[in-house]
């Protein structure tokens, strides 16, 4: 049957980042990468694939890296999304990686979300929130962040102060910070022009948005849990499986109310 009408895939505008080596999930990880790993059933990436579907994504890239294989094989026959993969012969890293995949989106902000994080919604959608937020005119970075205190296995001393008008700076030589970054983000391509080739962690291209002032956090109203071991996973499970209940819970109640039960 001919296609001569089909109409040309579109390119994606989210991309989710698979690559990493999730050392410190050893010895899950010797033979598993990090973005399969289950958390209440289900691996990781799917969670933040299934989320993408919801805010109506219908086609995103998956890098991969370490036994890429496995991540390409994994996403091979899902649909909604549809999954783009890009291979890293080597690792690109963050910042490599992203502009390594930029010809397979399209041209405006993309979504970059970390395969291996894991979240509960608040009031709304967090895909939601920032695709909304996200105002390109002023903004060329948008991060999702966490208030340090909330999240559950999170220790460390935090990444930004949120100011004021929205826009972030960085903890530089202060002993801490009130909020971290979450590993999802609104990006635009035009922070990776002029970076280098090959390898780069994404703050380059976020000092660049830093220095310019056009970059903003959206702070994340739902749950966050950081998984960075065997013992933080097996921690969190139980707690993660009570607010995926409660979050079903609300979405029911959302859903009943709006039919006019």
């Known amino acids: ?23 410190r999930m050893r010895p899950i990880t010797d ?9 209440a059933g ?5 969670y933040v694939l299934d989320k993408l579907a919801l805010a109506g994504f219908d086609q995103a890239v998956v890098n991969s890296h370490y036994l890429g294989q496995m991540i390409v094989d994994h996403v091979a026959t899902r649909t909604m999304p549809r999954v783009l993969t890009s291979p890293e012969e080597d690792l690109l890293e963050t910042g ?37 937020a996200f105002d390109s005119e002023h903004m060329d970075a948008l991060l999702a962040i966490y208030p340090v205190e909330g999240a559950f296995g999170y220790d460390g001393v935090g990444d930004f102060f949120w100011q004021v008008d929205g826009r972030l700076k960085r903890r ?27 390898a780069f962690s994404s703050n380059v291209v976020y000092d660049k948005a830093l220095a310019a002032g056009r970059c903003f956090g959206l702070v994340h109203d739902g749950r966050y849990f950081h998984i960075g071991t065997p013992g933080a996973l097996k921690d969190a499970e ?16 959302v859903l009943a109310k709006a039919g006019g039960v």
């Not at 990686?97 to 894991?118: E, I, Y």
């Open 42 to 46: 289900k691996p990781m990436l799917d």
């Open 96 to 132: 490599g990686g992203v502009k390594k995949a930029l010809p397979m989106m399209d041209d405006q902000a993309v979504l970059v979300a970390n395969a291996d994080v894991f979240w509960t919604e608040g009031a709304e959608p967090l895909f939601d929130r920032l695709t909304e």
């Open 172 to 198: 530089g030589d202060a002993p801490s910070a009130p909020y971290f970054f979450t590993g999802v983000q609104i990006l635009s391509p035009r922070l990776f022009d002029n970076t280098p080739d090959g």
């Open 238 to 253: 139980p707690a993660i499986a009570d607010a995926l209940a409660e979050e079903q819970i609300a979405k029911s109640a």
């Open 1 to 23: 049957m001919s296609d001569t009408n089909s109409k040309p895939l579109t390119k994606a505008q989210a991309m989710v980042l698979a690559a990493g080596f999730g050392k």
């Open 31 to 39: 033979h598993m990468p990090k973005p399969l790993v289950p958390v």
